[in-house]
């Protein structure tokens, strides 16, 4: 034979399953990453400028001193850092990511595409009005479809965020209860509410007035109408609520506010459950928030941006906040003025500079035009679906203290079914990531206890809800057999253990500083 | 419909599971009045990928993008070169599809990113603590009065009249509630003297600098004034690049800074998304706004970060909180971040000398134009010009010759007489001298 | 001699003379987890009963501690400043939050005793 010295194993040979330490610190695919400022150092830009000198003359005496302190980096270290980074976050796109409340849905890429068409990414925000006719085209266009699912006659764009809108909201009620000559100064707030309900609320200058919920996880709308009287500004009310579940009376509800001579917010973080199929403007609401990164599947972008249109009804359309947009015979035109404002319009103020969040408003529309009519119906009742397959899935094993009826697109648990296993809610969610998965939304609402908020989204195939449930079932019953191991200390597959966030808090470190440095001054 | 992944198979073997009929019955708690049938809806119907596109591109190509013609409006947005590293990272889908980091052991990289954000931040602004960031450079500093007025418990807050005049009706907007909200006159080119309108109620002033005319301001005496009264000085900066080449609102003594980070690492996007820096002194933090990242370590002792002192924030506090933001601008905050990695001390530096020398040819070349005047003696990379005639009519009329003039101070201050005839201008490292030359020529055809 | 009497808001007080020394309950300390931050009253302020004195947080919750009784702050622990720990490793002994001089000793009289605390608490 000719005779070859190149032979290698190619069978794997036997696993050991036992942890050995890397000299590195890495392991394989799960590699670290210092901070930048560790990884920098002087003489080294990951831009090429030129040197440019300039004279002091016209810097007023105010140039800089001393160095900023940034350290420098080359590109291809710059990119390997954010790459080695990113490794390090679990993502919609990498798998099913079922956080109750927050709408981890599909984020298009034809969206971030147009984003960044030249036209929209790179369009002055006060560029002549003939050079921005396209995006207040667009802007209009988007103001009919959320101005048409909604069933309200108007829109405020320029809110840039959920909490944003809501305070919109508040602002023009507030505005609307003056211009009525009356004081009111109580918002009715469910204790099953965001934390940016009452946080609004009072951000708005008003008092919180908490209505409990029933032992249905609905508001209690006999005790919400007590509550009513002639100092009750608004009521805050999401719905589908944060259970999970349609407030059945909401127009009953909103007969009785309007009747007390106040106004109706609701909270539209979970619009898209009912998308296509009910119009809150038939509710009887009077304003309402739109997530654009919720319901209209703007990328989350690890906690934002994000935009919060609020659409008005009749009575609080005339307050809506500057800018708004007017179409002549010229076009399109934004009025950023109070002496320019069409009849009858009494705009409250001013919620940030400019006009909104555009690259979020082209990425809302692009999701729009898309989906359709049709397809944003259909989205919704995949998602109400999805949530319910896995509330029907999984209740025999968990525990949902409202699962005897339908849910609308999350589903809601307690820790009823731990009870005794010595596993929290915690060590449940964590357990989770080991098995591949984000956790669901835990602890909140505050209604039920340990709570565990499942919302799957309509972007899941049957197959991987499947999946999801099987994994589920498993955890779920080996908690309640005592089988601690799998949560006692999980995650064990994630780049990190579990962090200590009293140490954390205790001793705050907010910020890198070189160790030869003193502490800055106070 | 291309991102739906159940098919009508799958719906019905789902709907035998859960034990409906259809789907309407998993809607039995909506009225039956509520729902309404699709034809209720006057909207276009499902949409390939193809159809969309050509549609928003249509409108997209009605715009005029700033990259596409000498371009020279600023007034609070800047258009800068983005390196392309910056928005290939930014898509990694890693960081583009997660969520607010709740879970860290599986969200460090966005967890680090923030940290690296927050020290990048109180270095370029010379103040200890800095913030996760807020949704843009107005509500950043409208955040900072509520926050003055809390930390001094008295009511006034008084605005420069060189301060961004929509900051500024961001502020009154939401200040008024809870104090009283005061703006000196507009003096353009002029620092007013703010520091003698200081009294022992008033909470804060709030300074720009360089101003909305792009006049550089010297902080340290209305700084020294306001620690005089008890007061807090905020500074607002609406063009981060500055601070590569000016002394930072820290060293010159304010408390709290308010900053629009747009100019560095994102585009111009018609106003929004940006991200505004939030950064204060130490000794406030407990009153700060937003998110905060910390560092701390995991079970096994490796070094990690967390989301820190929470209880400050309305998922906590819910009605006591210290804001009810529940965001952050976190993919604009990243890249940002990756942006000045790369620049680094010394591209940071090059960039705002390049910045300002470009300014300055520029100025130097329009003030040379019959009747034009440059307005602001001392200035980074934006300046005002004082026209022979109404600044709105010219600008429109440099438009259809092709050139974007900047900004009529009367766009944002449509009420002030004396700005009728000013023009702010900004030029930054993405104009050539071509575009120069364009604008002068335009510049002196529109004024003969 | 003292005597120490709690709220149903889960503060205790102990009485000496006209002098009470306020803090939170092991019951509350244990339900709030680890304490991560403290917030005091500054000697001097007057509080009514049942007003907010002070603020605790662990990690997750922020709460108002509420003077049991009405006076003058005459001191406030600033060891709980640097190490809020103690609050959880000695809640009802180094860690207290705040003495006031009493204004109306009857006030204290009305409060629960030991025994009757401890009945609330299993009655919750």
């Known amino acids: 034979m000719s005779m070859n010295t190149q032979g290698r194993p190619s069978q794997p040979g036997t696993a050991q399953d036992n942890e050995l330490p890397t000299i590195s610190g890495d392991r394989g695919l799960d590699l670290e990453a210092r901070l930048i400022f560790e990884i920098g150092r002087s003489g080294v830009t990951g831009v090429d400028f030129p040197d440019?000198?300039?004279?002091?003359?016209?810097?007023?005496?105010?140039?800089?001193?001393?160095?900023?302190?940034?350290?420098?980096?080359?590109?291809?270290?710059?990119?390997?850092?954010?790459?080695?980074?990113?490794?390090?976050?679990?993502?919609?796109?990498?798998?099913?990511?079922?956080?109750?409340?927050?709408?981890?849905?599909?984020?298009?890429?034809?969206?971030?595409?147009?984003?960044?068409?030249?036209?929209?990414?790179?369009?002055?925000?006060?560029?002549?009005?003939?050079?921005?006719?396209?995006?207040?085209?667009?802007?209009?266009?988007?103001?009919?479809?959320?101005?048409?699912?909604?069933?309200?006659?108007?829109?405020?764009?320029?809110?840039?965020?959920?909490?944003?809108?809501?305070?919109?909201?508040?602002?023009?009620?507030?505005?609307?209860?003056?211009?009525?000559?009356?004081?009111?100064?109580?918002?009715?707030?469910?204790?099953?509410?965001?934390?940016?309900?009452?946080?609004t609320a009072a951000f708005a200058g008003f008092t919180v007035d908490e209505v409990p919920a029933k032992p249905d996880g609905r508001v209690d709308a006999a005790a919400l109408k007590a509550k009513l009287g002639p100092d009750v500004a608004a009521i805050m009310l999401t719905n589908p609520n944060t259970c999970g579940l349609f407030e059945g009376e909401i127009v009953e509800i909103a007969k009785a506010v309007h009747a007390a001579g106040a106004y109706f917010y609701c909270d539209g973080a979970n619009f898209n459950a009912i998308a296509g199929r009910v119009r809150p403007g038939d509710l009887g609401i009077d304003a309402m928030h739109i997530n654009l990164h919720k319901t209209f599947s703007t990328p989350h972008g690890g906690g934002g941006p994000g935009a919060g249109p609020v659409v008005l009804s009749e009575r609080l359309a005339a307050y809506a906040p500057l800018p708004l947009l007017v179409a002549d015979a010229a076009g399109f035109r934004l009025i950023e003025d109070r002496d320019e404002l069409p009849e009858g319009a009494k705009p409250f103020g001013r919620m940030c500079a400019f006009h909104g969040q555009m690259g979020m408003f082209v990425r809302a529309l692009s999701y729009m035009l898309s989906h359709g009519r049709d397809g944003v119906r259909q989205a919704s009742e995949d998602a109400v679906l999805s949530a319910n397959y896995i509330l029907a899935s999984l209740k025999d094993v968990m525990s949902a203290p409202f699962g005897d009826g339908p849910c609308m697109h999350e589903a809601l648990f307690d820790d009823t079914f731990l009870e005794g296993s010595g596993v929290t809610t915690l060590d449940f969610a964590k357990a989770m990531i080991d098995e591949g998965y984000h956790p669901m939304t835990m602890y909140f609402p505050l209604v039920v206890h340990g709570a565990m908020l499942i919302e799957p989204t309509e972007s899941e195939s049957k197959e991987s809800l499947d999946r999801f449930i099987t994994v589920l079932r498993g955890l779920a019953l080996e908690a309640k057999a005592g089988k601690r191991e799998r949560f006692d200390g999980a995650p064990r597959y994630a780049p990190r253990r579990r962090l200590d966030e009293t140490a954390a808090a205790r001793k705050p470190v907010l910020r890198w500083k070189p160790d030869a440095l003193p502490q800055a001054a106070e | 419909m291309r991102y739906l992944p159940l098919t009508p198979d799958d719906r019905r073997a789902m709907l035998a599971k859960i034990g409906a009929p259809d789907i309407d019955a998993l809607f039995r708690d909506v009225p039956r009045e509520a729902v309404v049938p699709l034809s209720a809806f006057d909207l276009s119907e499902t949409k390939g990928e193809l159809e969309v596109e050509r549609a928003l591109s249509k409108l997209a190509a009605r715009n005029v993008a700033a990259g596409a013609v000498p371009s020279f409006c600023g007034a609070g947005a800047y258009k800068h070169h983005v390196p392309s590293a910056v928005d290939h990272l930014i898509q990694r889908s890693e960081f583009l599809t997660s969520y607010t980091p709740y879970q860290p052991e599986i969200a460090q990289g966005t967890l680090q990113v923030l940290f690296e954000f927050q020290t990048q931040v109180a270095l370029l602004t010379g103040m200890d603590v800095a913030n996760a960031s807020l949704y843009d450079g107005s509500t950043a500093t409208a955040e900072a009065v509520l926050m003055a007025q809390r930390l001094t418990r008295r009511p006034k807050a008084i605005l420069s009249g060189g301060l961004h005049p929509h900051y500024a009706e961001t502020v009154e907007t939401v200040a008024n509630l809870s104090g009283v909200v005061t703006r000196t006159p507009v003096t353009p080119g002029i620092a007013e003297d703010i520091a003698a309108l200081i009294d022992n109620e008033t909470a804060c002033v709030v300074v720009q600098s360089p101003d909305v005319f792009g006049l550089i301001r010297n902080l340290r005496p209305i700084a020294e004034a306001a620690h005089a009264k008890g007061a807090l000085l905020i500074a607002v900066v609406t063009e981060a690049v500055s601070l590569g080449l000016l002394e930072s609102p820290g060293a010159q003594g304010a408390d709290i800074v308010a900053c629009e980070g747009q100019s560095i690492g994102n585009g111009l996007n018609f106003g929004g998304p940006y991200v505004g820096l939030f950064a204060a002194r130490e000794k406030f933090l407990r009153q700060m706004p937003g998110r905060l990242c910390g560092e701390t370590a995991d079970a096994a002792g490796k070094r990690g970060y967390v989301l820190t002192l929470s209880t400050r924030e309305q998922h906590i506090r819910r009605e006591k909180a210290t804001s009810n933001i529940c965001t952050n601008s976190g993919l604009c905050a990243l890249a940002f971040t990756i942006h000045l990695s790369l620049l680094g001390e010394e591209g940071l530096a090059r960039l705002a000398r390049i910045n300002h020398a470009k300014a300055s040819a520029l100025a130097d070349r329009l003030s040379r134009i019959a009747g034009v005047e440059l307005v602001t003696p001392v200035f980074f990379n934006e300046f005002t010009l004082k026209l022979p005639k109404r600044a709105a009519p010219v600008v429109d009329a440099l438009a259809a010759k092709g050139v974007l003039g900047g900004v009529p101070a009367s766009r944002l201050m449509p009420h002030e007489a004396k700005a009728e005839n000013l023009l702010i201008v900004a030029a930054t490292e993405t104009n050539t001298d071509d575009d120069f030359a364009a604008f002068e020529a335009a510049l002196k055809e529109v004024l003969a | 001699m003292s005597e120490v009497r709690f709220t149903d808001q889960h503060e205790w007080v102990r009485l000496e003379g006209d002098e009470a020394t306020v803090g939170i309950t092991r019951h509350a300390a244990e339900q709030l987890g680890d304490v991560v931050f403290v917030e005091l009253p500054q000697a001097g302020r007057k509080v009514g009963a049942g007003g907010e004195a002070a603020v605790v947080e662990s990690v997750k919750a922020a709460s108002e501690v509420y003077a049991p009784v009405g006076g003058e702050v005459t001191a406030s622990n600033s060891a709980l400043e640097a190490e809020p720990a103690k609050v959880n490793e000695d809640p009802e002994g180094a860690g207290w939050f705040f003495k006031l001089k009493l204004s109306d000793k009857t006030e204290f009289a009305k409060l629960m005793d030991a025994a009757a605390y401890q009945e609330f608490v299993k009655g919750l």
Request: proline share 7%; hydrophobic share 40%; with cysteine.
């Open chain 1, 52 to 199: 440019v000198k300039v004279a002091d003359t016209r810097l007023g005496g105010l140039r800089r001193k001393g160095a900023v302190g940034l350290p420098g980096l080359s590109e291809p270290e710059v990119i390997r850092h954010y790459v080695r980074l990113s490794r390090q976050n679990y993502a919609i796109d990498a798998g099913l990511y079922p956080l109750g409340s927050c709408t981890m849905k599909h984020n298009p890429r034809l969206n971030e595409k147009m984003a960044r068409l030249p036209g929209f990414g790179d369009l002055h925000p006060l560029a002549p009005r003939a050079a921005t006719q396209g995006a207040l085209m667009l802007i209009s266009e988007l103001m009919t479809w959320l101005t048409t699912l909604t069933g309200m006659p108007a829109v405020a764009m320029s809110p840039k965020a959920g909490a944003h809108g809501e305070l919109c909201g508040l602002l023009a009620i507030r505005a609307a209860v003056e211009a009525r000559g009356e004081k009111r100064n109580r918002i009715l707030v469910p204790e099953s509410a965001h934390g940016t309900n009452p946080a």
